[in-house]
């Protein structure tokens, strides 16, 4: 079982920058993809972007790529999101997601990239935007 705790929402201004913190209980090191998704008031949850703890695969979606960056720390346990030049679209509930990825490493990742794909979910934090 994985525990999200997911903090460093806020509001900033157009062009900003924001950092989003999502701690976990229970080890994910080495065998988890850790996913960032978000949901805009009336739509869907999308993708952002996703990474293999195990090293050497992120991804991202293509709203995102250029200025968001998904990193962890697996000593502490923890994934972030690190969000760069922010527009209002970029306004949401932020949520980190766990996948137990096994023997299919990375590869497991490249194939998660819809909610359904995650079992173990954080609460969500709040990212507006103003313009």
């Known amino acids: 079982q994985v525990h999200l705790v997911e903090s460093g929402g806020g509001s900033v201004q157009a062009g900003g920058s924001l950092g989003l913190s999502c701690a976990a209980s229970?080890?994910?090191?080495?065998?988890?993809?850790m996913g960032w998704f978000r949901q805009a008031p009336g739509k869907e949850r999308e993708f952002v972007a996703n990474?293999?703890?195990?090293?050497?695969?992120?991804y991202y979606a293509d709203s995102v790529k250029g200025r968001f960056t998904i990193s962890q720390d697996n000593a502490k346990n923890t994934l972030y999101l690190q969000m760069n030049s922010l527009k209002p679209e970029d306004t949401a509930v932020y949520y980190c997601?766990?996948?137990?990825?096994?023997?299919?490493?990375?590869?497991?990742?490249?194939?998660?990239?819809?909610?359904?794909?995650?079992?173990?979910w954080g609460q969500g934090t709040q990212v507006t935007v103003s313009s």
């Open positions: 990474i293999y703890t195990g090293g050497f695969y992120s």
């Open positions: 229970g080890s994910t090191a080495n065998r988890f993809c």
């Open positions: 997601a766990a996948l137990f990825a096994g023997v299919l490493g990375g590869r497991r990742c490249e194939n998660a990239l819809g909610s359904k794909d995650y079992p173990y």
